[in-house]
């Protein structure tokens, strides 16, 4: 059969160059994967190596808050004509808006501003903090602000039909392999940089069928908004309580799952160190791994000087017979491990605002920051042992 008449799927898995010439010269023959066609009327999804299967549906009403009414109507409708007006305006006016609304943030918002302190201090240090305390809360006030601004306008920013000229990709060894065997896998990453515009890279970095587990906000008409604005990118968002029971069932169709896995819990819960402090751990992805044997690739996506130009760092590949007899409290503490180093790549681009340690035991505050140790020809910051 002729190479024009297969329905290839178009996966790329590049160096700088390759994401920088991938509109101009299209793919070559050697970042293209057969793949069978998807019959509409097939009743399972399919796994064939490559395959880019349908993604699996939910119902909406898991993926919407619990409040309603005409307040959180209005309270939408402030929410996304303020962001709509704001995005469309120059880029600079935008840096003006972000950076009042976060100083005045700062100073009326002092349960998160305080959750921000009592954060950075156990992972930077307390020296690093009475450096430059305060100017760092700031910017974690900023931070969030431009993500919320950029995962609104990200659609009219960065078209699907050249979305990867928006990315760089940085991979270890064996990447390429992975994604060419077809077998799916779990993404799992901080909120660090932009997360949103890191599961909207998934689908075409060939990370598909893509599905990402969200929790919505508690506002239905906004979590709905949001809820859209993910789909639009290619995202099946599976719903936090109860999406988890269908994830083999996607899994075993190829699909690939992105895990926010760095907050506080709100279920059932092991308790491992993070930032040197043990809390309370998402437990089922830890029991998802063990059930499912499949990969692990714990990556992030960071915001770079360019608007809507994005780094997607992939740190490590963990394979199951790492992964192999380690208890599910085990894996927790490596892949928080792998979070950390994540974080203090970019600690400007983090959520500190998430009171992580409430509940936590208290410990002693390291006097200086997280040290560095090279790997794979880079330089990633280490938690202190």
Known sequence: MPSSSKPWACRTWCSKSSLRSHAANGCSRRFLTPCRRVRKSSASLPSTRGCMAEAIEFDEEQNLGSRGGLMAWLECLFIRVLLSSVTRLPDSFQRGFVRGAAALAALVDR???????????????????AQDGEARVRQAYRHLFQISLDTEAFLRRVPKE?????????TPPGFRELLESGSGGLLITPHVGDWEAGAAAMEAIGMSPAYG?????????LARHLLRNRESKGITVMPRRGGLSQSGQALAGGGWIGLLLDQRPSGKHVIAPFFGRPVPCERSAGVLIKRTGVPVVLAACYRTERPFHFEFVVRRILQPDELEGLSVTSIVTLINAEMEALILRRPEQYFWLHDRFRHAPPLEVPEHGPESSEAGGETFPQRRA
Do not use: T
């Open 162 to 170: 050249n979305l990867l000229d928006h990315y760089e990709l940085h």
């Open 111 to 129: 349960r998160h501003g305080n959750a921000a302190r009592a954060f950075m201090s156990q992972a930077l240090g307390r020296e690093v903090m």
């Open 213 to 221: 587990v969200a929790r919505p906000p508690k506002n239905r008409y």
